[in-house]
């Protein structure tokens, strides 16, 4: 599996930005997720979804303002991020790893994922 992130970019607190994640290769029985990471910390979860099954999971500090969904026929993930505030400067990652079936969760948050795409900068200014 190979996998393309792509827009990231500035935008000011409040506003919203759309990731797109375009992967290669067959994502039956996987989950994707989103990962982040700013300047002198660690990688952290963002969000994830059953690729099969459509099943979310997202850490508490986006629930609510997050959405990651799917696009099958583009074999795409999307996260939409509204209301940004600067603590959501990093640079965004999405991976993918093989997974139980549409029926599950995605993996935790410490769970570790198989295959890496490259970062997208996200800057949210005041």
């Known amino acids: 599996v190979q996998l393309q992130a792509s827009g990231g970019g500035t935008v000011q607190a409040g506003g919203s930005l759309r990731l797109s994640c375009k992967a290669s290769?067959?994502?039956?029985?996987?989950?994707l997720g989103w990962f982040r990471q700013a300047p002198g910390q660690d990688r952290e979860f963002v969000a994830g979804i059953n690729w099969t099954g459509g099943r979310t999971r997202y850490a508490d500090s986006v629930q609510g303002r997050f959405s990651i969904s799917s696009v099958k026929a583009l074999n795409t993930v999307y996260l939409q991020m509204n209301r940004l505030t600067p603590e959501d400067t990093a640079d965004y990652y999405c991976?993918?790893?093989?997974?139980?079936?549409?029926?599950?969760?995605?993996?935790?948050?410490?769970?570790?994922?198989?295959?890496w795409g490259q970062g997208t900068q996200v800057t949210v200014s005041s």
């Open positions: 290769g067959r994502l039956s029985n996987h989950a």
């Open positions: 991976a993918a790893k093989f997974w139980k079936g549409g029926g599950y969760d995605p993996p935790g948050p410490s769970v570790p994922y198989t295959y």
